[in-house]
């Protein structure tokens, strides 16, 4: 079982930047997709963002592309979300997962289709 535990979060103004890590433990970081999703207050939990094994290829939700970049580095069991240009909409507690199985892309915006996840890690922004 993969051991996950974000860091980051924070309350920030409205156009502010925050760079949240997910640090892994296992033997599987490098070998399965990883993604972060966020759950808001009174809403389901969303897909945010994807990154493949390789670090290669990277899938964003709609609402944060050109503003959200998710990276890994592979040395030191890290993925990362770099947010900028935040927004009071992105307020959310932020969760990092892995991927039930390696070398699999199928379902990445599915958090069906992760097995483990972090405890969170809460965003606020502020208008």
């Known amino acids: 079982q993969v051991q996950l535990v974000e860091t980051g979060g924070g309350l920030v103004q409205a156009g502010d930047s925050l760079r949240l890590s997910c640090a892994a433990s296992?033997?599987?970081?490098?070998?399965?997709?990883m993604g972060w999703f966020r759950q808001a207050p009174g809403k389901e939990r969303e897909f945010v963002a994807a990154?493949?094994?390789?670090?290669?290829?990277?899938y964003y939700t709609d609402s944060v592309k050109g503003r959200f970049t998710i990276s890994k580095d592979n040395a030191k069991n890290t993925l990362y979300l770099q947010m900028n240009s935040l927004k009071p909409e992105d307020t959310a507690v932020y969760y990092c997962?892995?991927?039930?199985?390696?070398?699999?892309?199928?379902?990445?915006?599915?958090?069906?289709?992760?097995?483990?996840w972090g405890q969170g890690t809460q965003v606020t922004v502020s208008s």
């Open positions: 997962a892995v991927h039930r199985n390696i070398y699999d892309i199928n379902g990445y915006s599915n958090s069906n289709r992760y097995g483990s």
């Open positions: 296992g033997s599987t970081f490098s070998t399965t997709v």
């Open positions: 990154i493949g094994w390789s670090g290669r290829y990277t």
